[in-house]
């Protein structure tokens, strides 16, 4: 049966192999696209061509599947990678034994919608006692820019050339971001008069709005934050909107303390529960 | 530090896990339950056939394509054309996914699939330094498992797993992660401190081996009339590199002089904002703007 297991692995590995092939896009004239006479023999000898190549296809199979960990693992997905070298020792060095060795990296991929690519040195110095590895270099290109957040984040990040930190903060910024866009979307499925989302899902704003009370509104502005040590934070805020007779009436000054006191809601209930009272507190008229 | 409350990506960490798992125990029913071991064959062999017959469609495919390019490059002679075999693609793309597995190292977390489960390695950096990496070898049976790990015995590793291993493996890592990071980053600075400014010490840097409690005699010049101050610094957050208590004091029998008082506060605030070594890179700066400035 593991003989079987195997050949289903390797059977994935060839399918997806060619799946990409397929998709390789042709290139007008030049020979990109090699003759593959191979191909034919393929067919014939379905055993025995495929028994040497066995090993090497279950091999990638298991691969692929450490990469997917690895992907799952780290909600990064790294799809390019490639490394030069360049040995920087000269004679010198060499009489006192130091070895300076300057890496080129380039690394692309994606963490769920945003897509990056860095590029970046890594100079590696070995003398007698010890080895040092110093990221001097850092250039990150990430798209798509909406997130203004992550501008400055990533300024820092290459200034500091702190490779390692990017990575963690954009994990954990994708999580607050998605699960920020979760919670709207459950609240516009549960409360659909009620809940707006004026710039969509995925943005920043959630718009409550009663029906019985026109004029009436309570902006919820939640941002995704990444402080000065990398940490990713949610930063929520409460915006009421009242008319002018409304404000006039407010003799315990509940709208202007609002806002305060939203924080403190949060403190005590979190995200998904102060929205949630917030929500049924503006509109009890609508849904008893 | 807050945590993004989802059950979606401990589903997918941990389901592919217990997938490694399920296989395991197959193999293992499958000795003791012929009978269902018969069912999952024939179960398998449906699959591999199906299998084979989405494998030869896309070979078809692939074939036309081919047939097209060559109807289009029609003056390029059959000779000169390079022909890779099946096999060089799937060896291309095992070198590609090899190369990408090596590159996860510098996302943090890098790892490989184990017989037993999974050993995870956890990289460290210090701002733009590759530090040591620690690795952690889990066992996947309920409950989840640590196998061995290089973890330093000082890093609280079984508060840690006893929070988070086995319901978010995800987070354990990520908290560890951190743990580990600034540690590392604690662990540099007093290196540095020891190594590259040792001019600037009056007696050694004490120090404990969590590096977060840091005590020590200084000058602001390695040969001058300053004055020693003494400097006491506490990480009580583990999981950052900059101190939460820092005292400077003065080890002397007479008051500080205005100056050297306002000397000693902004010491205590620099010690507090920037790491170790880069204050005294600092004040071995102003030593020599100091140099430079005539005698008074």
């Known amino acids: ?288 | 530090m807050e945590w993004a409350n989802d059950g979606k990506s401990k589903g997918g960490v941990l389901a592919h896990l217990e997938r490694l798992e399920i296989q395991v125990n197959r193999s293992r029913k499958n000795l003791e339950d012929p009978q269902r071991a018969q069912a999952v064959e024939s179960a398998l062999g449906t699959k591999i056939h199906k299998l084979r017959c989405l494998r030869d469609e896309l070979r078809a495919e692939v074939k036309q394509r081919q047939a097209r390019v060559k109807a289009s490059t029609v003056n390029v002679e059959p000779d000169q054309t390079l022909e890779i075999s099946e096999q060089e693609v799937v060896e291309r793309r095992k070198e590609n996914v090899k190369a990408i597995l090596q590159a996860y190292r510098f996302t943090g977390l890098s790892g490989k699939l184990t017989s037993r489960g999974v050993c995870v390695c956890i990289s460290t950096a210090f701002e733009g330094n590759l530090l040591d990496s620690y690795f952690i070898d889990l066992v996947i049976q309920k409950p989840l498992r640590i196998h061995h790990h290089s973890i330093p015995v000082f890093i609280p590793l079984e508060e840690i797993s006893a929070k988070y291993l086995q319901t978010n493996i995800q987070h354990f890592l990520f908290c560890l992660c951190e743990y580990l990071n600034a540690y590392a980053g604690r662990k540099y600075q007093a290196d540095r401190l020891q190594s590259d400014f040792a001019a600037f010490l009056a007696g050694p840097l004490r120090r404990n081996s969590l590096c977060n409690l840091l005590s020590f005699t200084y000058k602001v010049e390695p040969q001058g009339q300053s004055f020693p101050f003494c400097a006491r610094l506490l990480y009580k957050d583990l999981t950052t590199a900059l101190p939460t208590d820092v005292t400077v004091t003065y080890q002397g029998m007479d008051a500080l002089s205005p100056a050297w008082e306002e000397q000693r506060a902004s010491h205590e605030n620099l010690f507090f904002s920037k790491p170790l070594h880069q204050v005294f890179t600092s004040f071995a700066r102003k030593g020599e703007k100091l140099d430079m400035s005539p005698v008074s």
């Not at chain 1, 130091?98 to 963490?111: A, E, P, Y």
């Not at chain 1, 007698?128 to 957040?149: A, G, H, Q, W």
């Open chain 1, 1 to 288: 049966m593991d003989a079987q297991r195997a050949e289903v692995r390797a059977l994935e590995a060839e399918i997806a192999a060619l799946r990409r092939a397929c998709e390789e896009p042709r290139a007008a004239g030049e020979d990109t696209w090699r003759a593959q006479k191979s191909l034919r023999e393929m067919y014939q000898s379905d055993s025995e061509g495929w028994a040497s190549s066995k090993d090497l296809r279950s091999h990638l199979g298991h691969l692929e599947s450490e990469l997917l960990f690895l992907s799952t693992l780290t909600g990064i997905s790294v799809r390019n990678y490639s490394m030069k070298t360049e040995d920087l020792t000269n004679t010198e060095k060499k009489e006192k034994s130091i070895m300076k060795v300057l890496q080129r990296h380039r690394l692309s991929g994606n963490c769920h919608m945003i897509t990056f690519q860095l590029e970046f040195q890594i100079l590696e110095i070995q003398n007698k006692e010890s080895l040092s590895s110093v990221i001097t270099d850092l250039n990150i290109i990430m798209e798509p820019t909406e997130y203004s957040e992550l501008s400055e984040f990533v300024s820092r990040a290459e200034e500091r050339r702190d490779l390692l930190m990017f990575f963690r903060s954009l994990h954990f910024f994708v999580e607050w971001c998605e699960y920020r866009k979760r919670t709207f979307e459950h609240f516009k499925e549960k409360y659909p008069a009620a809940v707006h989302l004026p710039e969509g899902a995925a943005s920043s704003c959630m718009v409550v709005r009663s029906a019985c009370q026109p004029g009436f509104e309570l902006v919820i502005i939640w941002r995704v934050q990444i402080d000065e040590e990398g940490r990713v934070l949610p930063k929520l805020d409460l915006l009421p909107k009242a008319p002018q007779q409304a404000l006039e009436l407010d003799r315990n000054r509940v709208l202007e303390t609002a806002p305060l006191s939203f924080r403190a809601l949060l403190g005590a209930l979190g995200i998904e529960a102060a929205l949630e009272s917030l929500i049924k507190s503006l509109c009890t008229a609508d849904y008893d």
